[in-house]
């Protein structure tokens, strides 16, 4: 049977990686650090799984797996060694720590004779292929270095199962994984050195530039779920289908995901009507209430939910490039802004500087007009003393009919 190894046995590795490449006839191992959840899988080769919607909850099996520690360098060459696929699901942080092993895995499956293997890059980075890349060559032994980059496929992949932590009260073992029925994930098959994977539910992508794939998960599902979030928290609801359901929201989020889509149907040449589909898509299961997802989990970070290339930041400077309107962007901009304002160490001046300087510095390709930058400040301001609807919404519209966007 095809062999996967999988670096990460977190929610995505054995929510969504483990589960679609079990039930296609893979054997799965994972890699991980986490002693409850690495014994645990070696010594049951199963775990559970529980597929949630409002519709009920629909338990199962996970089977065929196992999992070894990723700190055990002969256990990691031996299964990078063997292995017909090797995925990543770790989180942009741990990615440095793993590529020591998984570079020294590689040289001893080359150093042993074995042919190609791809790496499929489930993770949620901009350019994940470069940082990997980038990552394996500090330790790759010289002699492969060429090696990496003709027998070495680093795969991107654009992962839109949600996927939360599983609350306390309902975690009966340690490798207990929830996730919602959504079960498809795209990844760039142009990158691929090794013949494809023959797995339901990865869908190989070489048609389009994958990078649209990227910046559609990025720009509009992580964008839309992280303002939902931080407007979740300002109106004091826990969970994400709460927020959802809150009009206001909803009518905000919506408005900044149709505002990023449109960016993306002109950047792309894509169909701007096939996003707005996909935007309604994603939140009607934004509203699952089943999952459980709280608004603290998915607006955690800000910092780097505010990096310049990522969800919020990058999204408005795309529009930026596209000339598109992004009064809802600059507002979902402003929330995230008093949302790390908040964090430890930080405070609105450096939150704004923070954010600023990745909108309006010498290097921007838009230096933002004078109205644009108006309105985004008085947005800022009024959402750090407390979000007012009425005054934000004032705010938005007196600047449509200055700018004669209506």
């Known amino acids: ?45 199963s775990y559970i799984h529980e597929t949630v919607s409002t519709n009920g909850t629909v338990p199962r099996t996970i089977t065929r797996v196992d999992a070894a520690y990723s700190s055990d360098q002969d256990a990691v060459d031996a299964l990078i060694t063997r292995a017909d696929l090797v995925t990543t699901s770790v989180g942009a942080r741990v990615l440095p720590l793993i590529a020591p092993a998984l570079a020294h895995g590689l040289a001893s499956r080359w150093e042993a004779g074995h042919g190609p293997l791809d790496i499929l890059l489930c993770e949620n980075i901009h350019g994940a ?22 027998h070495c496929g680093l ?25 919602e029925p959504y079960c498809q994930l795209p990844y760039d098959a142009t ?21 649209f794939y990227a910046d559609r998960k990025l720009f509009v599902h992580n964008m839309g779920h992280c303002l939902c979030a931080y407007v979740g928290e300002i109106y004091g609801h826990e969970f994400i289908w709460q927020a959802t359901a809150d009009p206001r929201i909803h009518s905000l989020v919506r408005s900044a995901m149709n505002q990023s889509a449109l960016a993306l149907a002109r950047h792309y040449g894509a169909d701007y009507s096939a996003l707005t589909e996909h935007i309604d898509d994603l939140l009607a299961r934004f509203a699952n209430r089943a999952l459980g997802d709280p608004c603290e989990r998915v607006g955690r970070d800000p910092e780097r939910k505010l990096g310049s290339h990522d969800r919020l930041v990058g999204a408005y400077r795309l529009a930026q490039s596209q000339g598109v309107a992004r009064s809802y962007l600059s507002l979902a901009l402003a929330v ?9 160490g930080w405070d609105l001046p450096r939150a704004r500087s923070f954010v600023e300087s990745a909108l309006w510095s010498s290097e921007s390709s838009n230096s933002g007009d004078e109205d644009e930058r108006a309105l985004m400040n008085a947005q800022i301001d009024q959402a750090a003393a407390g979000f007012d609807w009425a005054e934000q919404m004032r705010l938005l519209n007196e600047y449509i009919v200055k700018k004669g966007l209506i």
Do not use: C
Not at 12 to 30: A, E, K, L, M, Y
Not at 158 to 175: C, D, K
Not at 196 to 201: F, L
């Open 129 to 150: 292929s470069r940082v990997v890349r980038d990552l394996l060559l500090e330790h790759i032994p010289t002699e492969y270095r060429d090696h990496l980059l003709t």
């Open 191 to 211: 990158a691929l050195k090794a013949p494809r994977p023959t797995v339901r539910g990865l869908v190989g992508i070489d048609d389009v530039a994958f990078d």
């Open 155 to 179: 795969a991107e992949t654009s992962i839109g199962r949600m996927i939360p932590a599983v609350p306390p009260e309902l975690q009966r073992t340690p490798t207990l994984v929830r996730a």
């Open 1 to 45: 049977m095809p062999q996967l190894v999988a670096f990460g046995a977190g929610n995505v590795g054995r929510g969504f990686i483990g589960q679609i490449f079990s039930d296609s006839g893979w054997d799965v191992t994972f890699l991980d650090v986490a002693p409850q959840v690495v014994d645990a899988l070696h010594t049951d080769g």
């Open 336 to 344: 995230g802004i008093a949302r790390l304002s908040q964090e430890p």
